[in-house]
């Protein structure tokens, strides 16, 4: 890079304003807005060993300058001026038949004390009014210093690819330079990139670059090299992990014949020890970082600082006619990477193939453009619709997130196309298809099968217990029919209930002894039935004891024995009164209940 | 058993109410429909029909809805199920035959065996619901008979026989009901509603290709064998051919 020094005068505002504009594109080249010249000062290294010579030119360029004195170059400290008179040289151009005369004045210095040190400001008279230019910095360095930094023999001339972005996200512009690095005294007078290299793994984008590049000084391993870019690329990974960037074969014309201050001066000239020779860089590994998705919002693969604008040809439309939903991305990134944003569109629309048109703009060291993608959409029925509100993710690579744009939804009226009014489909016939209208059968949508439900269970359990209680009732009937011993058994409460009846019913009637030889007869039948005993002959004692044995019931025993031993005995006893013999029936009825109940189980 | 009651109780209380809810919403609807506003006239239908209500006018007139469209995918599934109701079962079958004109592409259709053919007029026709009422009246009549012989002395023989033919009667509905429920439950009938779907051998976008399904076409869908693969069915074209085929590409009732 070449330092320039700037003209300081404290004249006019103006003058000031017209000086930022040097400052900033770096030529250090100073406008006279009255006498219309520059005024420019260049030191030709910024870095210079000990003993080294170097040259500080002062320029003064203009058309209407008549008389311009010799710079006044100060004393400059770590250096020494190898002779107080500069060389001058001058040119003359004629543009349009406009004459510019350009004078140089050189001075030439030999470095001499290690350290970091300013060109003063240089002062030069142009038509009677002394100007200065800036303060120029510089350092002088000690060979030594440098010499062992690498311990690499770098080649005269070589090339190198330089990415501005160390460890980039898919989609994230990077700026690799192609930058040449020859040794002093050799002189460049062409390059051609040739074919073959490979950047696999990138979308690749020549920038469009400076007409004549320019050399600087750089120390290499202690060795000082000229530094030009001569191309740069805009390269953007498509995926993560580790991409290589293979390296990049040039051929170069070169002539040894060093021009120290130009060394592209003579692009278009002759002479010299001139040859070609065939140059590639060392390959080169990026490393990708992985990009993660979008929390939320539609990705359309950005990378990069967009905004991202949605719109409708026209509000209203006809069925059958087409609307235009268009999308217009425009910003600097990764424009032609950029996916079509995917929206959810309401139904009942043909869609065709999306028109997709890229606008790059390839100056500078950025990519910059517009996108748009136009959507066709036909609807097919007549209606209010709408397109819902989309939500847009990009990634900002300054910021290293995600910027969300809210594109607003959209509202559109379909209105029927004339003459459509009917459903006909060409040849293949029409149908005029009318919607049912008025009460409508309703039923409640079941996905339970019929035999998951609950009734279905009960239905099927009902014929089940039928069967089950019909068949024991066959039983019984069958055993009631086929075993006496049973049948008795099974009838001996109802008899002795009937026998106990006939006792209740003569109660009163003047026959004692018939109304206690009934309850004898009941309590005894019942016994003799219950326990299969003959139905006649047995004597109380037996059945006594058949009822102990039968029950283990010693209360309930003793109870049968004293009724009985009442029964008969009555023959002997007073005349019982009414109450008693129904008190002893109702006795005699809780006996068989209880002999019943304990004989049943 | 309260807690159960009461929900019961306010169902049946309420059953009126929500009937009269549907008819208001599928009123609303087809006044919508009337104005041309498809698309707000078939939202009312669909919540109408995702509230569990159904009824062949419903079916029906989104089918129209969509044959108007031009989805005539989403028009024949509807107009399917509505050739379910009696009701609008002769609209339907005129509809479907209008909309399957339409259609571009038709599959070839491979005859069904008896077998198939018999059990699918049950499923159809019949339904397991008829079979299985038709199966309990015989079991019950069976084992009524069988039950009175048993104590009959007059005519128990014929009464007998009657019942034991009624019950083996019983029986052979009751597996045909539950061989019909189990048919109903497995299989499904699915309709093609993109405009074209791959069809392939396995649940695989990259395995092999089987056929090809288009607009209209009806599959036969296996619920059980594609019950474990999501966003899959196994399907049997009208060809005979089987294959796998992607959830979103049918509409499946």
Redesign the interface.
Known sequence: MIKTGNFISAFSYRLLVLLILPLLSGTGIVYGQDNDFTLEATISENKIFIGEQFTISIEVGGSTMRGVSLPRLPDIQGAGLLSSTPSRSTSVTIVNGRTTTSTTYTFSLVAREKGNFTVPPVSIDIDGETYQTNPIPFEILERSDLSAEDGRQQPDIFLEVEPDVNRPVPGQQMVASLVLYFKQGIEITSFQPSSGWRTDGFWKEELENVRQPQAESVILNGVRYRRATLLRYALFPSRSGELTLSGFPLNVGIRTQPSRNDPFGSFFGSGGNQRRISIESEPVTVNVRPLDSPDSGLSINAVGDFSIERRLNRSTVETGETLELITTIEGTGNIPLIRRPEYRL???FDLYTPQETTNIQRRGLSIRGTKTYTELLVP??????SIPEARVAYYDPNASRYRYITLPALSFRVE?STGSAA?A?GG??T?D?????G???????SSK???QKTY?WI??S??VI??LI??R??KY?GRLQSDRSFARSEGAYKTALERLQSARDIVGKDQVKECYNLQRHALAGFIADKLSLPEAGLSDKELIENVREATGDRDLTRSVHLMLEKCATISYAPIAESEDQLADIEKTEQILKELNKQLRS | MKSSILPVLLLILLSPALAFSQQARFDEANFLLSQNEYYQALDIYKTIASDGFESGALWYNMGTIYTTLDSLGMAKYYFLQSREFDETKNEANEALQYVNERFDRRSAVLPQLPWDRFFNYLTDRVGPELLFILAFIFLYGGSTGLITSWFLTARSKWIRNTGFIMLVLSGLLFSAAFYTDYLEGRYLTGVIIVDEQTVYQQPDMNAAVISTAYEGYTLRVDAYEGATEEDWSYVRLENGMFGWIRDSAMEVF
């Open positions: 309401p139904d009942g097919r029925a007549p209606g209010r619709f029927p459903i489909d293949r016939g149908l298809l009318q919607p049912v209208l009460l409508a059968v309703w039923q409640r949508a099968s019929f035999y279905f239905l099927l009902i014929p039928a069967f019909g068949l009732q066959k009937h």
